[in-house]
């Protein structure tokens, strides 16, 4: 990574840090009067320490120096106590502002953009990467601010002493961040490294695991472990190196510190024994001098020494706001506008395609030029081999993908309608219908939370599921991804589910691939009567399906190349070789 794209990403983590800036200037303040504190507890230490060796005071009259001794102590740990809590709750804060800015964008980008990466690696930007951004906040930001104002708090309580011991501090100390510099910029190529290692792990591994039973059946285990294998290895040396940075940087910080503490104690040594005489303003340095500047040495150093720590989290957090910022400012063409316009809920969908060319994120054309139209209330098929561009029109329909031309939803252009509004009127059934881990109910009323039993019998009655839903009971308990049901199953309540939604425009994708002849013939029945009261869109290969159609898409290479019935098709070119096709891989 080099040096001006690690400055942008530093301005771009202290600019996200806004909306915690109160919380941040509060720890830093606790911070501060932490510090006097200290002065003020070192100068009890050493009075107390004066007192008993060298005027032999009786300990009698020193108790207010030991109660308030104590005190002091207790207080800098409450400081410190209060000092996490605001940390913490500040990273938490931040962590949740990111990521409901990635949740904004990947909303905004849809599924045609989420679909080009491994689902492992969006993982992997949710959990880990914005997780290290954490530290970088509450505790690195906080720390930067601390290595300036505590040394300064520290050299006005020893300079008016001896102006030697904090000449001696004031120039061995910017030996301590010039280092931290020189290794900073290792350090956040070494964190970059390791999660882009990390990042390809995690989506390598759940694809691995997704398709474990394909695997199997091709007996291709045993080479894939391996692959894992390699990788696993790769991901432990990135993050050897990192804790290699990490160590070595706090060895060679603890150095120059202890050299620079040494430094101060072999001066006050000499001027016990007589061989030095400057720095006390020609005054004896007495032993409440000596022990107030040794004792306050180390902690003049302190916070450039865990700075030196944090400052690995700083590394980190650039690391992951790599991959972050990428995608939050990655260019990606989508149909999202700020215009307002709404389709009318209760008006049935008329679609009208002129000269429309599907663009994907990245601005490359789909598909040609197409021109088709849905009529309200009509029941519609789209029909082509894999990668005709069928699933390119259900994403542009749903607002999912950018697009030159016209396409109007009952005379309105789709980029000036409210594309969240306008979602709302779809229903949308797919070849591996989408469950949740819960009950059959609240699976259902993901399709319109406000309906009543009632209606949702219908609608389970009306996809055929009213008798497995019966048996379970709409409580029953289904897991992640409908386990616990069958395919056919688990289609049904899906398409349950769509009736419940009442949507004006049905998208079906294969709605019938996982059901027996019997329930095929029950659910096409259903959805047949469902195209009188809302537009239908159909992607199906089934003739039993195209037969019901009004009208028959026929997409291949990008381009609609026939359009009619199934009667005016079925003897015509392209689309009777695919019923041709399609009847000798049924037999």
């Not at 969006?122 to 040394?151: D, G, K």
């Not at 303003?281 to 180390?298: D, E, W």
């Not at 197409?370 to 259900?394: C, E, M, R, Y």
Request: glycine content about 6%; charged content about 20%.
């Amino acid at each position: 990574m080099d040096k001006a794209r690690q400055k942008y990403l530093q301005k771009w983590l202290r600019n996200q840090q806004k909306p915690i800036r109160n919380l941040l200037n509060i720890n830093i303040l606790l911070a501060c009067i932490s510090s006097v504190i200290l002065v003020i507890q070192t100068y009890l230490l050493a009075t107390l320490l004066h007192e008993v060796i060298i005027n032999n005071t009786p300990r009698t009259q020193l108790i207010s120096y030991f109660i308030g001794l104590l005190f002091s102590f207790a207080l800098r740990a409450l400081i410190l106590w209060l000092r996490e809590k605001i940390g913490f709750k500040s990273g938490k804060k931040l962590r949740n502002i990111i990521r409901q800015k990635i949740f904004d964008k990947i909303n905004q980008v849809g599924p045609a953009t989420i679909s080009n990466k491994p689902a492992g690696s969006w993982a992997t930007l949710m959990l880990e990467q914005v997780e290290n951004l954490h530290n970088f906040y509450a505790r690195f930001i906080p720390q930067q601010a601390l290595s300036a104002i505590v040394p300064i708090v520290i050299l006005i309580a020893i300079f008016p002493l001896n102006w030697m011991a904090g000449l001696i501090l004031l120039f061995t100390a910017p030996l301590v961040p010039i280092f931290m510099i020189l290794v900073g910029f290792a350090a956040a190529d070494s964190s970059q490294r390791n999660m882009d290692t990390l990042a390809k792990l995690s989506s390598q591994f759940l694809d691995r695991l997704r398709g474990l039973e394909t695997l199997r059946l091709f007996d291709r285990t045993l080479e894939q472990t391996q692959h894992i294998e390699e990788k696993t290895e790769e991901f432990r040396e990135t993050t050897m190196d990192v804790l290699k940075m990490a160590f070595l940087s706090s060895a060679v910080l603890e150095f120059f510190t202890s050299i620079s503490i040494a430094l101060m104690a072999v001066y006050f040594g000499f001027n016990y024994l007589g061989e030095l005489n400057f720095g006390s303003y020609s005054t004896p340095v007495t032993l409440f001098v000596g022990f107030f500047c040794l004792i306050l040495a180390p902690e003049f150093y302190q916070p450039l020494r865990d700075l030196g720590t944090y400052y690995h989290d700083r590394a980190a957090g650039i690391g992951a706001a790599d991959t972050i910022v990428e995608f939050l400012e990655g260019d990606y063409l989508t149909t999202q506008s700020n215009f307002t316009q709404t389709i009318e809920s209760e008006s049935a969908v008329e679609i009208i395609v002129e000269d429309l060319i599907i663009l994907s994120p990245q601005g490359e054309k789909l598909t040609r030029p197409l021109n088709f139209s849905l009529p309200a209330k009509s029941h519609t098929a789209l029909v082509g081999q894999s990668g005709a561009g069928k699933t390119s029109i259900i994403n542009v329909l749903l607002g999912f993908l950018p697009y030159q031309g016209k396409l109007t939803i009952n005379g309105i252009e789709l980029r000036c309608i409210n594309l969240e509004q306008w979602r709302k009127c779809i229903a949308w059934v797919g070849q591996n219908p989408l469950l949740l881990q819960g009950t059959i109910k609240e699976n259902l009323l993901l399709g319109n939370i406000g309906v009543d039993d009632t209606e949702i019998d219908q609608a389970l009655q009306a996809a055929q599921a009213k008798e497995f839903t019966k048996k379970l009971g709409l409580n029953a308990l289904i897991k992640e991804g409908g386990i616990g049901l069958s395919v056919g199953q688990a289609q049904r309540l899906a398409i349950a589910r769509a009736l419940l939604r009442k949507g004006q425009l049905l998208l079906l994708d294969e709605p019938t691939a996982s059901l027996d002849a019997q329930s095929e013939n029950q659910v096409l029945q259903v959805l047949s009567k469902l195209s009188s009261l809302q537009t239908t869109l159909m992607i199906t290969h089934r003739i039993e399906d195209l037969k019901r159609c009004d009208n028959i898409l026929v997409m291949q290479q990008g381009q609609i190349i026939q359009q009619g019935k199934f009667d005016e098709l079925k003897d015509k070119g392209f689309f009777a070789d695919l019923l041709a096709q399609r009847k000798q891989d049924i037999h």
